[in-house]
């Protein structure tokens, strides 16, 4: 079936005389400007556009949890012109939260590359009196329900990384979600909730400016870029992990050779030494892993988020 698929692309591409792309491209970013898959495909469109000889648009479609910019390029031809910008909410975690989805990931997707992955820091407004995350746990447990946390919404990795940590740890912590992290780390700034969850793009200048706080790393080994945070798992939840994985994916049905053409100029553009020195700069770890490869971190991912948000209990409010 993608044999012909492909045919049918290079016998339409002949008979138009036209190459892919034959307009702009858009890189649908499920959430608001300033989280880190917008920041991740700002960096990567300039270097598309060069390659391509075609404008590479961020299209920003914030919204339930991302679902809203997915079905968007779910149901955009497969011509390579609409792509999805997606992190593990998409792909991995919404299909456990939601009953009913517009959209199937494994189905109704077709994987292109991986940008790159990256931790998730643990922050708090700097009137919340705990030093530590053990103080922060102390304090949770003695006012349950009072304490609240910011997400980039219902079905984020920052969304199910919390809720894991509340299971584990047996806390009441109420969730406060946001269209994106553009919107949420204001919130934290404001003190209108009390911590979240963010890259290190999205807080980084506020940490040194003092006007938020750090207390641990989502991931199982601790950030080079903060070797003194320590992690979540060190501070006694064994084996938890979150780490962002953040990808491009086209609608199912795009032809092999130009998603293969996608893949290709993509792992060109996050391997560069311009995107990929910027990446690192911002904690991020570039990768360019092509459709078979992301695939199969999708179908991982899937499982991983179906068992926890089983585990979690967590629900779409």
Do not use: C
């Amino acid at each position: 079936m993608r044999g012909l698929l492909a045919l049918a692309w290079l016998f339409a591409v002949s008979a138009s005389g036209q190459e892919w792309p034959a307009k702009p491209v858009r890189l649908i970013v499920p959430y608001a400007a300033g989280g880190l898959p917008d920041t991740m495909a700002r960096l990567v469109a300039p270097r598309l556009t060069e390659a391509l000889g075609q404008q590479v648009l961020v299209d920003n479609r914030p919204g339930a949890g991302g679902m809203g910019g997915t079905e968007l390029v779910v149901r955009a031809p497969a011509d390579g012109h609409t792509l999805l910008v997606a992190d593990v909410g998409q792909v991995a975690i919404n299909p456990h939260l939601y009953g009913a989805l517009p959209y199937d990931p494994l189905r109704d997707l077709a994987p292109v590359s991986l940008l790159g992955t990256t931790s998730l820091f643990l922050v708090t407004h700097p009137s919340v009196p705990a030093a530590s995350f053990a103080e922060l746990v102390a304090l949770a447990r003695a006012s349950p329900g009072r304490l609240n946390y910011g997400s980039s919404g219902i079905g984020s990795i920052h969304h199910l990384a919390t809720e894991a940590l509340k299971s584990a740890l047996g806390l009441n912590i109420v969730h406060v979600p946001y269209k994106g992290m553009g919107q949420a780390v204001p919130a934290l700034l404001g003190a209108q909730v009390t911590l979240l969850y963010s890259a290190l793009p999205a807080v980084e200048s506020h940490l040194k400016a003092g006007r938020l706080k750090v207390l641990a790393v989502s991931t199982p080994r601790r950030s080079p870029h903060a070797p003194e945070v320590p992690t979540v798992a060190e501070l006694g939840v064994a084996g938890y992990d979150f780490s962002p994985e953040i990808g491009v994916l086209a609608p199912a049905g795009t032809p092999a050779p130009l998603v293969a053409r996608l893949a290709a100029e993509l792992a060109r553009a996050v391997r560069s030494a311009e995107v990929a020195g910027r990446y690192r700069q911002l904690a991020i770890e570039p990768s360019g892993a092509g459709p078979e490869a992301y695939g199969a971190m999708i179908r991982a991912a899937y499982d991983r988020y179906g068992r926890i948000v089983k585990l979690t209990g967590a629900r779409a409010e």
